[in-house]
């Protein structure tokens, strides 16, 4: 089970640790980095990209989820028209009807 640090400003990303603003270093099996593109790049070492990839956000309605946990389900293949998905209604109940859930699906833009 991992730790999230929260309110904690990162300085630096390696591939097996953080180090936070105040000097405390976080070590991690894995590290995922979800800021806006200019600060993935400082923190990398990379070059911002130069076009964003466009994507649709499509909603659906189900009997039940197909998931139980409150997590955001990723393609780390990268095969298949799904790009990640998650289940609103999982987080606050008052997204859907009594008795249904909310399911959000994003795929690339064509």
Known sequence: ??????????????????QLDDGRQVHAGSIVVACEAPAAAELLGDTMPTAGKRVECLYFAAE??????????????????VNNLCVPSQVVSSYAPAGQSVLSVTVPSV
Do not use: K
């Open 1 to 18: 089970m991992g730790a999230a640090h929260t309110r904690a400003r990162v300085s630096r990303v390696t591939a097996d640790s953080i």
């Open 64 to 81: 039940r989820p197909p998931i139980q946990e409150l997590i955001l389900v990723l393609n780390g293949d990268g095969e298949g028209p």
